[in-house]
């Protein structure tokens, strides 16, 4: 690999230990996959939970800080362990507020700017086509990379604090325009995108479509065609969550939104291959889809969440439409997730009073992923959800059972406390 | 006298290791969530190891699914509690599996040359692997 003499600099400790830390590891990665060269970094995102990254995860960050490191790119951050709005609703497990409050302490020092999101790229950290991004959160580097033309791969934790420092990154995997050509096509059904989306479908519904593309194209980059004109900000978003629970990259080229795509052919790179595996996606396959994503049929529920990827203020308008003048059932948790910014919009917006009125809590910066889930629920609880992203990382030994719907659904079931599926039957 | 078999890759996180295969050709996350920190058990859904413990062997698997956040706890299992396997090969490395194994020197190889690693590593084989050559010396459980 080929450093510029700023590279080297910064390897010789020129700029001091965090830099020069930083530098070795990203030029070991670059020289181990192959990269003619380092490009500037114009984005990062961190990962912030402790419950993800324990305590090796809070003394490296600890450390950066401690040698001076700075990130000299725009960085937000992801969704931390805890509402710290909302302390007394949750059982948290002892030293879990000291832990991540050290965090927050360490990303004031490195510059971070404390959003909290999973959602970087709908609020404080929208990058432009072209752009270079170290991203940890695959849902937001699969928008970045899809819908906005950015560029970035689904970044390890500790590399993208480390490119951050740099502010350089090796040119690998998808930060080489020459690896962004289609792999795979896939083709929907003209009559199953009448059905798609719509009041109380959106998250659903293009959460489970995502998972169907991710788990077919796997490693490759699959081509979309056929998909509904003028998708939603909130439906592409729901689309790209299949960005790690289903998808190992995050580049989905999307007909006609992808700016690097505006037909098939361009999204394979002038020529359609002849011999292209093809997917054929119709309401057969959305609703096994919907069936797998349920791994209980009991119908009593026990908690009702929605917000992964975190709610925009639209989506939380969305649900309290759905609720109406209902009540949540006594004894049922309704969570719906957003970060702290949409909160206070929220709040002034009268929303929070609506939702809380109604019984429901409209959480900040957290969700069942990023909590210590195993201290709160157990392998009987059944929660509802309309996230597939959830679903799927949040299940397993020890971990409650699921049943998947669309929000309609959701509230539903949060008002009844039985789960009952309406859609895709 | 056990079979042996010598494989051929691309080096990733340069270092030698060797112990006791674990073998899936299922992707995997390190992800604190799907394989825990404190014993390195694999609690993925439906997984075939889940409920087997990756800590101290030489794992293959496919290649890297789920969180980003599998780096940082990565680096808690190889830190704090010690519960990393001692090396690592994948069909194909993700840059994520790259950065933790290159961050914490465990050895990890990607691309064997002979085909796919699972069609010659089996669960119990011990397996060498020499990261500084890109080697891999597989002895067959007898």
């Avoid at chain 1, 959830?390 to 299940?395: E, G, P, S």
Wanted: charged share 25%.
């Amino acid at each position: 690999m080929q450093l510029s003499d700023a590279d080297k600099r910064k390897l010789d400790g020129a700029e001091g230990p965090a830099v020069q830390h930083a530098m070795e590891h990203l030029t070991r990665m670059g020289e181990a996959f192959e990269a003619d060269e380092m490009v500037d970094l114009h984005t990062c995102h961190l990962l912030s939970d402790y419950r993800t990254m324990g305590d090796g995860g809070l003394e490296f960050y600890e450390q950066l800080v401690e040698w001076g490191g700075k990130m000299r790119v725009p960085t937000t951050c992801d969704p931390m362990s805890m509402d710290m709005k909302n302390m007394d609703k949750f059982d948290w497990p002892a030293g879990y507020p000291e832990k991540q409050t050290r965090i927050s302490d360490a990303f004031r020092n490195l510059g971070v700017a404390l959003t909290f999101s999973c959602t970087p790229h709908l609020g404080h950290n929208v990058p432009k086509f072209g752009e270079n991004m170290a991203w940890v959160e695959g849902n937001a580097t699969g928008y970045a990379n899809s819908v906005l033309g950015a560029r970035g791969n689904r970044e390890d934790s500790i590399t993208a604090p480390l490119a951050g420092i740099a502010g350089r990154t090796p040119k690998i995997g998808l930060l080489d325009p020459k690896n962004r050509v289609g792999q795979c096509l896939v083709e929907i059904d003209p009559n199953l995108v009448e059905r798609l989306g719509g009041d109380g479908r959106r998250a659903g519904d293009f959460s489970a479509l995502g998972m169907i593309i991710g788990d077919f194209a796997y490693d490759r980059i699959p081509v979309v065609t056929g998909l509904p004109p003028n998708m939603e900000t909130e439906e592409l978003k729901a689309m790209c969550s299949a960005c790690s629970p289903a998808l190992i990259g995050t580049l989905m080229f999307l007909v006609g939104i992808s700016p690097e795509a505006n037909t098939v052919e361009e999204g394979f790179g002038g020529k359609v291959p002849k011999d292209v595996d093809r997917l054929w996606i119709d309401a057969d396959t959305m609703r096994k889809a919907y069936e797998y994503l349920s791994n209980t049929s009991k119908e009593d529920v026990d908690v009702v969440m929605s917000g992964c990827p975190f709610k925009t203020i639209y989506e939380i308008q969305e649900v309290v439409e759905q609720l109406g003048d209902n009540k949540v059932k006594d004894g049922v948790n309704f969570l719906i997730h957003t970060d702290r910014v949409t909160h206070v919009l929220a709040e002034h917006m009268g929303l929070v009073d609506k939702l809380t009125n109604a019984g429901a809590l409209l959480t900040t910066d957290t969700c069942e992923y990023c909590m210590p889930i195993e201290n709160m629920y157990g392998p009987d609880t059944v929660i509802a959800a309309d996230s597939m992203k959830m679903r799927r990382l949040v299940a397993g030994e020890g971990k409650p059972t699921w049943r998947y719907g669309t929000l309609t659904d959701c509230v539903n079931a949060a008002i009844t406390g039985k789960f009952r599926p309406s859609h895709w039957n | 006298m056990s079979q042996s078999i010598t494989l051929h890759g691309r080096p990733i996180s340069k270092g030698v290791a060797e112990g006791e295969a674990i073998v899936t050709d299922k992707p995997l996350s390190f992800i604190a969530a799907a394989i825990t920190n404190d014993e390195g058990i694999v609690r993925m859904d439906g997984h075939p190891l889940q409920g087997k413990s990756v800590m101290d062997k030489v794992l293959v698997y496919d290649t890297d699914i789920y969180s980003t956040g599998a780096g940082l706890s990565f680096l808690t299992k190889w830190k704090i509690n010690k519960s990393t396997p001692r090396a690592i090969i994948c069909r194909e490395m993700h840059n994520i599996g790259g950065g933790f194994t290159i961050y914490t020197g465990v050895p990890s190889i990607d691309r064997i040359q002979e085909g796919l690693p699972w069609d010659f590593i089996s669960d119990g084989d011990w397996v060498k692997v020499d990261s500084e050559q890109g080697i891999i010396e597989v002895t067959k459980k007898s």
